[in-house]
């Protein structure tokens, strides 16, 4: 990725700069609202804080071109942006940046000796695992959310201690928002973890282990990532302030990982 440096200041106005004009009408008893004419001068206001980098706590107002999904502005989706999201999800360029890297890295570790070596293994690895986020996305993402009446997204806790923010996290895998507002166990992620292996057996006939043990492993495998993906949009924000990450970074991030309507 580009890293670009982007700073922004917020000037004030200078009390002494203000004009205030008011009047009252005594005939008709209606009063004219203060009207302010301001100018200000650059070299007489503070220096403001920076909001050239992401924080927890504001970047919801830090990044205009995003609306940054929170418990304060949440909703239930529609069932149209819940099948929108696994179409989204696919064409995000971070998505197609992680599958084609890890078709590489997965080719280079040789984790799947079946499918082969040079450019043909590396596209039947980039193919494979394009079906698997289809599949997963689509399932646990879209279908049984609309079944279930249930919301797909993981919403950020953004607040406590880093222990109950980490548990909060994690809990999530196996519970989720209701489109009523209230929480409980997500039949969306638990069944729809072993349902989507279940499907992949179908496309990765005869290549693998596709036994019953082998499956429900590949299931629970999915539910600690989708764990460990929930710690990650909720920490994610706190490590980009921590270490200063450029706003730009963490935008293309934080757009696609905690966006308002980003599916799991």
């Avoid at 069932?79 to 599958?99: A, C, H, I, R, V």
């Avoid at 994690?170 to 929480?183: E, F, H, L, Q, T």
């Avoid at 539910?223 to 990650?232: E, W």
């Avoid at 949009?233 to 990982?257: G, M, R, Y």
């Amino acid at each position: 990725m580009l890293a670009g440096a982007c700073a922004a200041q917020i000037s004030r106005p200078s009390n002494r700069n203000q004009i205030f004009v008011s009047s009252w009408n005594q005939a008709d008893s209606a009063y004219v609202a203060p009207q302010t004419a301001t100018t200000n001068n650059a070299a007489d206001l503070p220096d403001a804080p920076s909001t050239a980098y992401s924080t927890s706590k504001d970047h919801g107002n830090l990044h205009s071109d995003a609306t940054m999904l929170s418990e304060a502005n949440w909703r239930p989706l529609t069932t149209k942006e819940k099948f929108k999201g696994t179409s989204d999800d696919l064409l995000n360029p971070f998505t197609q940046m992680s599958l084609l890297a890890g078709a590489r890295f997965s080719q280079a570790i040789n984790d799947r000796p079946y499918l082969g070596p040079g450019v043909a293994g590396y596209f039947r690895r980039y193919g494979l695992d394009t079906a698997d986020t289809a599949n997963v996305d689509f399932i646990q993402g879209s279908l049984l959310p609309w079944m279930f009446h249930e919301d797909p997204r993981y919403i950020p806790l953004d607040e406590g201690t880093r222990k109950r923010r980490s548990f909060y996290a994690v809990s999530r895998a196996v519970i989720s928002r209701k489109d009523s507002g209230r929480d409980g166990w997500s039949k969306s992620e638990v069944l729809g973890a072993f349902a989507s292996s279940g499907i992949s057996n179908l496309y990765y006939a005869g290549d693998r282990d596709n036994g019953l043990r082998a499956s429900s492993i590949r299931a629970m495998s999915n539910i600690g990532s989708n764990a460990a993906m929930n710690l990650l949009k909720e920490f994610w924000p706190d490590v980009a302030h921590k270490v200063k990450l450029n706003t730009w970074i963490s935008n293309i991030v934080e757009k696609t990982l905690r966006t308002t309507t980003n599916s799991d």
